[in-house]
């Protein structure tokens, strides 16, 4: 590796995230997460469950009794509405 190079560790979605109420999406090639709640995209760089889990307590603290699968069929809802909303934009 040469001086001008920098070492960046990249983080990839994990399944894990849902239980913090996140999913992912690619904007312009980058991957980032999504809240399943609110719609929030947040920066790549808080791909990290502990920034993950201070937007779900700081903001969605009314949802910390649900469970994972409900996480799941929000994102599931959230990427329907994506891909509904891309079709509209493209007609």
Known sequence: ???????VKKRKYSDEFLKHDFTSIVVAGIEKPQCVICNDVLSAESMKPNKLKRHFDTKHQNFS?????????????????TTIGLHILNM
């Open 1 to 7: 590796m040469n001086e001008g190079e920098l070492s």
């Open 65 to 81: 009794d649900k469970n994972v699968q409900y996480f799941k069929n929000k994102a599931d809802g959230v990427i329907g509405n």
